[in-house]
């Protein structure tokens, strides 16, 4: 520990004159004369301010699982978002991105609920697509991933052969596989989806 003294003038204003070392110091003022002072500045090794207690170089379980998950969400977050951007642009939909083997679920109790593969699934969707004056646009209200699950909410409207509008809320709980869609479970306004599928055709 060294010791080293200063004289320095009173400061003009209110408040306390402070050293200006890099180091870390404690001052001790003393009046030395008219509008002088004497700062003993007190200076305190570096060494004294090293943590004492060691830093382990693994670091702890849970930020390891959680590197090895961020990439993943990251990943397919980015994918979703994008196809949603593309499906509302009417460059592509959101359907390109199923997995051959992909299953569909439509979650609630009306004639429509159940769990279908890519063939069942083209049929149910025939006779509503076959009403749509132009392809669903889709409003994307929230995303969310974790792991190789993605959840998104969302609005989709279009309009209809017969001069009217069919808008419809969306909550899909997607899982990812490979950067494509391997399963979905959805819930939605399954009477007013069915209102335009029941249609006659036109």
């Given at each position: 520990?060294?010791?080293?003294?200063?004289?320095?003038?009173?400061?003009?204003?209110?408040?306390?004159?402070?050293?200006?070392?890099?180091?870390?110091?404690?001052?001790?003022?003393?009046?030395?004369?008219?509008?002088?002072?004497?700062?003993?500045?007190?200076?305190?090794?570096?060494?004294?301010?090293?943590?004492?207690?060691?830093?382990?170089?693994?670091?702890?379980?849970?930020?390891?699982?959680?590197?090895?998950q961020?990439?993943?969400?990251?990943?397919?977050?980015?994918?979703?978002?994008?196809?949603?951007?593309?499906?509302?642009?009417?460059?592509?939909?959101?359907?390109?991105?199923?997995?051959?083997?992909?299953?569909?679920?439509?979650?609630?109790?009306?004639?429509?609920?159940?769990?279908?593969?890519?063939q069942?699934?083209?049929?149910?969707?025939?006779p509503?697509?076959?009403?749509?004056?132009?392809?669903?646009?889709?409003?994307?209200?929230?995303?969310?991933?974790?792991?190789?699950?993605v959840?998104v909410?969302?609005?989709?409207?279009?309009?209809?052969?017969?001069?009217?509008?069919?808008?419809?809320?969306?909550?899909?709980?997607?899982?990812?596989?490979?950067?494509?869609?391997?399963?979905?479970?959805?819930?939605?306004?399954?009477?007013?989806?069915?209102?335009?599928?029941?249609?006659?055709a036109?």
């Amino acid at each position: 520990m060294r010791l080293v003294e200063v004289a320095q003038p009173f400061p003009k204003a209110d408040g306390e004159a402070r050293p200006t070392s890099r180091r870390r110091t404690h001052a001790q003022l003393k009046t030395i004369g008219q509008g002088y002072r004497r700062i003993v500045l007190t200076e305190t090794p570096r060494s004294a301010y090293r943590p004492t207690m060691p830093i382990s170089a693994a670091p702890p379980p849970a930020l390891v699982a959680f590197q090895a998950q961020a990439p993943a969400e990251t990943r397919n977050a980015a994918i979703i978002r994008a196809a949603f951007a593309n499906w509302s642009a009417g460059r592509a939909a959101i359907f390109d991105l199923l997995a051959p083997d992909f299953r569909w679920t439509i979650a609630g109790s009306a004639p429509s609920a159940g769990t279908y593969d890519r063939q069942s699934f083209d049929t149910l969707l025939a006779p509503f697509n076959a009403q749509l004056a132009a392809p669903l646009k889709p409003t994307l209200q929230m995303l969310v991933a974790d792991g190789d699950q993605v959840v998104v909410r969302f609005t989709a409207t279009a309009p209809l052969k017969d001069g009217g509008t069919y808008r419809n809320d969306y909550a899909w709980f997607l899982t990812m596989r490979g950067g494509r869609i391997v399963a979905v479970t959805a819930f939605l306004d399954l009477p007013a989806f069915e209102a335009v599928r029941d249609r006659p055709a036109r």
